[in-house]
């Protein structure tokens, strides 16, 4: 048996309220354990070393400069990994990427991750099975389409709290309100009605995007739709999006994530 020192370390970069919550999620998800100044956290692999490095937000919300050390962009999630024999280690950034390789490694015998082909049709195009293929869209889905939404909201509230002359700012308002709702509030309408179509017809009645099995995909979505829920006007009118969320919300590997995120800092956000 390969002793601690052979074995990979491997080490999230966790920003609070930020997407990094997602990936220690997903570490509870694989059973992956780290450790937190020294103490070990549940379901841990005596042969493999993970950790837990935190970093708050500046006042101005932007992230802690110091993850620039990390990785050029400065950005959370970032997963390093470190290799026994290699001098420099693993950089792992962008949620999706971080997640797939993960689940390369450690989802194997989870169940997170669907099978791919129907039945005897293996290799063969064309004949994917419908959760895997949405699991496959939702995983892009998440940051490429509906994220840069929230985005684009969050920057609005800037500008609108901005502090500005008290003379400009009803001009202000009034810029930002036809903004929001000639192309941010059509566009979450969008989202959300089709968010919600997705889940009405989950492949085998299931209650996730997917299907009736979580998988990565739903922890990917879970932020967009937090933040959503929060900036888009549309959380009231879809319950079952609003449904789906207690459902993820409610899992004990999610609990464990903000249980630790409490015991750290104290408390727990969801989004800005």
């Not at 100044?37 to 101005?60: A, V």
């Not at 001009?171 to 903004?179: A, D, E, F, K, Q």
């Not at 299931?206 to 990917?220: E, F, K």
Request: proline share 7%; with cysteine; glycine share 8%.
């Amino acid at each position: 048996m390969a002793s601690q020192q052979d074995q990979p370390k491997i080490t999230l970069h966790w920003l609070e309220v930020s997407r990094a919550h997602r990936i220690l999620w997903l570490f509870e998800e694989l059973g992956i354990s780290y450790k937190v100044d020294g103490s070990l956290y549940p379901f841990c692999t005596p042969t493999l070393d993970r950790n837990l490095k935190t970093y708050k937000r500046l006042p101005t919300k932007w992230a802690d400069p110091a993850l620039k050390n990390v990785h050029p962009l400065g950005k959370s999630p970032v997963v390093t990994i470190e290799v026994p024999g290699q001098v420099e280690p693993l950089v792992l950034a962008e949620s999706g990427a971080i997640t797939e390789y993960l689940c390369d490694y450690f989802g194997k015998d989870t169940g997170l991750v669907p099978k791919r082909y129907k039945d005897g049709q293996e290799g063969k195009i064309g004949q994917e099975t419908e959760t895997w293929l949405r699991y496959r869209f939702f995983m892009h889905y998440a940051e490429g389409s509906i994220m840069p939404w929230n985005v684009f909201a969050l920057i609005l509230e800037g500008v609108e709290s901005a502090p500005v002359p008290f003379f400009i700012k009803p001009i202000v308002n009034t810029i930002v309100g036809r903004v929001r709702s000639a192309a941010v509030t059509p566009q979450f309408e969008t989202h959300y009605q089709f968010i919600d179509s997705q889940l009405k017809t989950s492949p085998n009645g299931g209650q996730y995007l997917c299907g009736p099995d979580l998988t990565p995909a739903d922890i990917l979505m879970s932020f967009p739709l937090e933040a959503g829920h929060k900036r888009s006007g549309q959380g009231d009118w879809f319950p079952s999006i609003s449904a789906y969320l207690d459902r993820l919300h409610a899992r004990e590997a999610y609990q464990r994530a903000v249980k630790k995120v409490e015991e750290i800092e104290g408390s727990f956000k969801t989004n800005l």
